[in-house]
């Protein structure tokens, strides 16, 4: 027994690398930096029931995350770790899940495979360092699909439980984007009827849902109608054309990219599976493809909406590549493409970024180095895939490749310092003590474009101490600090100023100082 937990321990330690990052971090402006930012005013207004967006109430979306990220960081202090900790820790838990999915759907054996497959996809190692809730979403989920799983072979009352609380859980996250794979789990479902009758799934579903209903009822003093009327208003925004429409087939392309390098084995999985689909549980093969469906109807479309069915993506991914490794005709297309072409085109890519792209990318040492050294690890990997012949060992350095890349993506600050420039001026702008110190206001007007507030999110993320914001610089007092940009002339005439800081990567945004008043 210690034996076992002892390999266990190894098998998921190997995750370490990609999930935890220890160097300096940054937020992304939109959706991360929102959250975030909304966090902060939690803990800064000390309101833990309404967000706020720039002093006005946001009630466009539950409180989940902001909620989570504000717990953390009141508990571990201010920091880009305490603001990821909820995100991380789910998306550790996910792949536990994807773990167990694995065993229940396909067999016992190999389950690490579809579990490494799952943490070298784009799609889900960089949601797992944004501080949202879609992976948390994603979570729930499968947490529910495992236990709906779980009941074909015994009515386990935990299993009901969770089969019910997922649902009012997932709804705190995403409203109602819960419908969809509630919807897509409705065909198998009808074949269990006798589920919905079990009280244990209805205390579950209770249960889940009151962190919603206490929500729910301790906002309704600040709003003058019921906050699902607000939730409705975003769903049908959603709904209609807005800047993330996207046409029917967008999950066609945009799935297959996002799960590179194992989209081509997914498909050869599912058609695997397909085939032998009276020997397995169908959920493996139809809930994907009913849930791609379904979101494809959905006008909006976003690349984190497919992430709930990563998990299961995963294990198709594996069939396909056992699938591949017993067949002949696949085994000679994979020797020719995996093991050739692709690690010659990315040895080529290598001097086109020394030579042609280097500077345009201005990538620092730490991020070149590490990028480099993932695409060689990766390359030598594959390229070394015709010199064995046993199914395990193709496996292995199949998966390696990609793991070792994704690693060396993670630990290279790409996807965790995304706003590395920023980050640098704003911390030599606080590195004066005295400024440190200061509570920094925002002028809200000069908010008017889509580039000065993802800029301003960022900035006012790296600020210490940040205000609540002003409407106009006629709010300052003397000697107060804000974050404008000094567009506005008339604004400009009221009073004197001193501009603090500024540079390329924060403007048209300045620090400034007001001197004193004109009356």
């Known amino acids: ?118 943490s070298t996809t784009y799609l889900w190692f960089n949601f797992a360092h944004l501080a949202t809730q879609d992976i948390i979403f994603s979570l729930l989920v499968n947490i529910g699909l495992f236990s709906f799983i779980k009941l074909d072979k015994n009515k386990n009352p935990l299993h009901l439980f969770l089969f019910g609380a997922w649902i009012g859980l997932a709804f705190m996250m995403k409203t109602f984007f819960v419908f969809i794979p509630i919807f897509a789990i409705l065909p198998f479902l009808f074949f269990k009827k006798e589920i919905l009758l079990n009280k244990s799934f209805w205390i579950g579903l209770f249960i889940g849902f009151v962190p919603f209903i206490l929500w729910s009822i301790s906002i309704d003093q600040y709003i003058d109608r019921n906050i699902l009327i607000y939730l409705f208003d975003k769903l049908n925004q959603l709904s209609s054309k807005n800047t993330f429409t996207n046409p029917f087939y967008y999950y066609f392309w945009n799935i297959p990219i996002n799960f590179v390098p194992w989209s081509l084995f997914a498909l050869v999985g599912l058609i695997s599976n397909y085939k032998k689909i009276k020997k397995i549980n169908p959920i493996i093969v139809f809930y994907p493809i009913l849930f791609i469906f379904l979101i494809s109807f959905f006008s909006t479309k976003t690349p984190y909406y497919a992430l709930p069915i990563s998990p299961l993506l995963s294990l198709n991914a594996y069939v396909g590549i056992k699938e591949t490794i017993n067949s002949k005709r696949l085994t000679i297309f994979l020797k020719i493409v995996g093991t050739r072409l692709i690690p010659s085109c990315i040895f080529l890519i290598i001097p086109i970024y020394f030579f042609i792209i280097r500077k345009s990318l201005n990538f620092n040492f730490k991020e070149e180095f590490f990028v480099i050294l993932g695409l060689i690890l990766f390359s030598l990997s594959w390229f070394l895939i015709n010199q064995f012949h046993k199914p395990k060992h193709i496996i292995f350095l199949l998966i390696l490749g990609p793991y070792l890349l994704t690693t060396s993506i993670v630990q290279s600050g790409l996807i965790t310092d995304r706003s590395r420039a920023i980050r640098e001026s704003l911390e030599y702008c606080f590195s004066n003590e005295n400024i440190r110190n200061e509570v920094i206001q925002v002028n809200k007007h000069d908010i008017n474009n889509h580039n000065l507030h993802s800029k301003i999110i960022k900035i006012s993320l790296l600020t210490p101490k940040l205000g609540k914001g002003i409407n106009s610089l006629k709010e300052l007092k003397d000697s107060e600090y804000a974050w404008a940009t000094l567009n506005n002339k008339a604004s400009e005439e009221k009073f004197s100023y001193q501009i603090i800081f500024t540079d390329d990567n924060i403007k048209p945004w300045k620090l400034i100082k007001k001197i004193y008043t004109n009356n």
């Open 1 to 118: 027994m210690a034996s076992k937990s002892i390999k266990n321990f190894f098998k998921f330690s190997l995750f370490l690398p990609i999930l935890l990052y220890v160097g300096e971090r940054s937020y992304l402006s939109y959706d991360e930096g929102f959250y975030a930012l909304q966090a902060k005013w939690i803990i800064q207004n000390k309101n833990w029931i309404i967000p706020t967006w720039w002093g006005e109430y946001s009630l466009d979306r539950t409180i989940g995350i902001q909620f989570l990220i504000a717990k953390s960081q009141e508990i571990l202090g201010d920091s880009f770790f305490a603001a990821h900790l909820p995100v991380t820790l789910a998306s550790a838990l996910m792949l536990f899940v994807t773990f167990k999915l694995h065993q229940i759907l396909i067999h016992k054996q190999e389950a690490i495979f579809s579990v490494l497959i799952l």
